[in-house]
């Protein structure tokens, strides 16, 4: 079959979302199957890759997104997909590429949404407020996300999220579509005996009986990285001699550098690492991996620490605790570090 797959959002520097992608196009490409993949990006382009075609259309630079770019130009991606000829379509963005749906329902050709974020969740992020005291919890974000998710199931055949708590907010409005099908760590690269090749990457980074922490993720506001400083800032006031690696890059990277330098945080900003391994190799050696985001679906480097049999600690308000079952503690909503 020929799989074309569309996505908006995956910048240069992004992470579970582009794993994701490049793992299923590669399954499909062993499995005999032809994946197309559709996204934006600063220029056009088009190239074979281990994941299968991937066409790259010109589009613009979101604002205040910290470098996400969106296909925005309908009538090209429409032209695009008549010439592609799909036999089926997998869309994974929620919000301006939802008109696939009716183009694929009006030319026959099966559809998928993969449901990468929780409306709800981000809503809440988005508009403080929304669960003050003396207005009904969650009501407004309720509503809004209850609306959109409706519009998003009516559009496609199937709606595929990855865990119960993203699906949760399908099953509130009865959506009788909803498939859950959970991600997976490559085993590889991600396991147990990185932990004996740790010691020259941990000596990089810590001194012998100091507390090494990382947090792996992108740096932006709904991923609420300062939460990691707030704890490393609580453990050393505590006296514990701890430093934390910051791998991932974003729009919050300087915030951090300048409040990491105010408050002489031991704090190294390893930024991106796009070598696979390397990443590995750092989860492997810390002794705890931070993983605060409020609005995470799955959180694929939590699950990637724990291949490396490095424990996690996660926020209670994501899908983190389901994922991470009895390997790691939750922060509770009420008891996180402040931020």
Avoid at 44 to 72: H, K
Avoid at 158 to 166: D, F, G, K, L, N
Wanted: aromatic residues 6%.
């Amino acid at each position: 079959m020929r799989i074309v797959r569309l996505a908006n959002y995956v910048a240069p520097h992004s992470g579970g979302l582009r794993t994701s992608l490049r793992e299923l196009g590669a399954g499909y490409l062993a499995a005999g199957h032809e994946p197309v993949l559709i996204i934006p990006g600063e220029r056009d382009s088009d190239e074979q890759t281990p994941q299968g075609r991937v066409i790259t259309l010109t589009g613009p630079r979101l604002p205040f997104t910290g470098g996400y770019r969106a296909l925005l130009r309908q009538r090209r991606v429409a032209a695009l997909l008549g010439e592609l000829r799909p036999d089926t379509l997998e869309v994974s963005d929620r919000t301006t590429l939802r008109w696939t749906g009716r183009w694929a329902r009006e030319h026959g050709v099966p559809a998928v949404m993969i449901s990468h974020e929780s409306l709800t969740a981000l809503m809440r992020l988005a508009v403080p407020g929304l669960d003050l005291p003396g207005l009904t919890r969650w009501g407004p974000a309720l509503t809004m996300a209850d609306a959109a998710n409706r519009r998003t199931v009516r559009a496609y055949q199937r709606v595929i999220c990855t865990t119960a708590w993203a699906a949760g907010e399908f099953e509130r409005i009865g959506a009788g579509n909803l498939v859950r099908a959970p991600l997976g760590v490559d085993l590889t690269t991600f396991a147990w005996p990185q932990r004996e090749r740790r010691r020259p990457v941990r000596d990089g980074y810590a001194a012998l009986g100091e507390t090494l922490l990382v947090h792996c993720g992108r740096l932006s506001p709904e991923k609420k990285p300062q939460r990691s400083l707030n704890t490393l800032a609580a453990l050393r006031a505590k006296g514990v001699a701890a430093r934390l690696v910051v791998a991932g890059d974003g729009p919050l990277r300087r915030r951090l550098e300048r409040r990491a330098a105010r408050d002489r945080l031991p704090v190294t900003f390893a930024g991106f690492l796009p070598d696979r391994t390397d990443l590995a190799a750092l989860l492997a050696s810390a002794d705890v991996a931070l993983a605060p985001g409020p609005a995470e679906t799955f959180g694929l480097a939590a699950l990637e620490a724990l291949a490396c049999g490095t424990p996690v600690v996660v926020s209670a308000e994501s899908a983190l605790p389901e994922v991470v079952g009895e390997a790691g503690p939750a922060w509770p909503a009420r008891t996180c570090p402040p931020g």
